[in-house]
T-cell receptor, first 112, second 115 residues
Framework: GNSVTQMEGPVTLSEEAFLTINCTYT??????LFWYVQYPGEGLQLLLK?????DKGSNKGFEATYRKETTSFHLEKGSVQVSDSAVYFC???????????FGKGTLLTVNP | GAVVSQHPSRVICKSGTSVKIECRSL??????MFWYRQFPKKSLMLMAT?????????EQGVEKDKFLINHASLTLSTLTVTSAHPEDSSFYIC???????????FGDGTRLSIL
């Protein structure tokens, strides 16, 4: 079956630091990959996505590249802000299945 | 665009009561809606998938008589937690999608607390 493994947090960074949150996946076929962000007390918001190999999703300074050879979709941002503090979920959707498979989430805290 | 509204955002009620949570897609037609449960500091657990006009498909281990799902229109799905007990206390989140190649858009969640 499908699965997503992302680095366990929590991750604590200073403002303007470089961020990487690792995500690897196992899936049959050619899944679509997503990063979602959850701010405290809220639902999930789609941060970025990639639907095929070598696609790069980007939004709000965050980037992730769909690497089929390493089955990875690592999230990066060059300079984090305090407002980026949230839980980040990597997810995949495989083939004809609507269902999303989520990683366990990574809590990011950015200190001023 | 692609806004999903979930209501209420928070509910506190006594054990034994039933609670209804609404999930609406405000600016698109949601052929499929999903209901998730999220435990503290944990990932989202898919409870069920509902397609407009048909019965919901429940994930293994989820009691369909406990968690009633109705998806009567392309913009509204409801989850009713029947005879709620303290162990049902959780954060419930819905999502909606226009179709198979479209992303899921999430509501802001409902914090359910059963006393």
């Amino acid at each position: 079956g499908n699965s997503v493994t992302q680095m366990e947090g929590p991750v604590t960074l200073s403002e303007e630091a470089f961020l990487t949150i690792n995500c690897t996946y196992t899936a049959t076929g050619y899944p679509s990959l997503f990063w979602y962000v959850q701010y405290p007390g809220e639902g999930l918001q789609l941060l970025l996505k990639a639907t095929k190999a070598d696609d790069k999703g980007s939004n709000k300074g965050f980037e992730a590249t769909y690497r089929k050879e390493t089955t990875s979709f690592h999230l990066e941002k060059g300079s984090v802000q305090v407002s980026d503090s949230a839980v980040y979920f990597c997810a995949l959707r495989g083939g004809s299945n609507y269902k999303l498979t989520f990683g366990k989430g990574t809590l990011l805290t950015v200190n001023p | 665009g692609a806004v999903v509204s979930q209501h209420p955002s928070r509910v506190i009620c006594k054990s034994g009561t039933s609670v209804k949570i609404e999930c609406r897609s405000l600016d698109f037609q949601a052929t499929t809606m999903f209901w998730y449960r999220q435990f503290p500091k944990k990932s989202l657990m898919l409870m069920a998938t509902s397609n407009e006009g048909s019965k919901a498909t429940y994930e293994q281990g989820v009691e369909k008589d406990k968690f009633l799902i109705n998806h009567a229109s392309l913009t509204l799905s409801t989850l009713t937690v029947t005879s709620a007990h303290p162990e049902d206390s959780s954060f419930y989140i819905c999502s909606a999608t226009e179709g198979i190649n479209q992303p899921q858009h999430f509501g802001d969640g409902t914090r359910l607390s059963i006393l």
